[in-house]
Nanobody, 126 residues
């Protein structure tokens, strides 16, 4: 059974930083893409970052480019999202997801990730 568990969310002030972790268990495919999403009530889900299995491809939404960094430790089966210069507009529930196709397929919305975590809340106060 594949499970993804997000952690590291919390409350920070504008300009602060958080580092989210996605811990993956039960996933055995050698090649994969892991993505990060966020969603607020009543809003569309927003793709914000993705990284492929060897780290050779990273993708970022314009809204987070230059402030957020996605990375991974495959030995520990963890994927990270370092978030800097946070603003109230970054307040959302953050999710990680994984699938076995190249990241580009998920990034343009052609396919949905097969597995997704329950999310971790990030709140940025002004």
């Amino acid at each position: 059974q594949v499970q993804l568990v997000e952690s590291g969310g919390g409350s920070v002030e504008t300009g602060g930083s958080l580092n989210l972790t996605c811990t993956v268990s039960g996933y055995t495919d050698a090649e994969f893409c892991t993505g990060w999403f966020r969603q607020t009530p009543g809003q569309e889900r927003e793709r914000i970052a993705a990284i492929n299995f060897d780290g050779g491809t990273t993708l970022y939404a314009d809204s987070v480019k230059g402030r957020f960094t996605v990375s991974q430790d495959n030995a520990k089966k963890m994927v990270f999202l370092q978030m800097n210069e946070l603003t109230p507009e970054d307040t959302a529930m953050y999710f990680c997801a994984r699938g076995g196709l190249p990241c580009a397929w998920y990034w343009d919305g052609s396919v949905e990730f097969k597995y997704r975590g329950q999310g971790t809340q990030v709140t940025v106060s002004s």
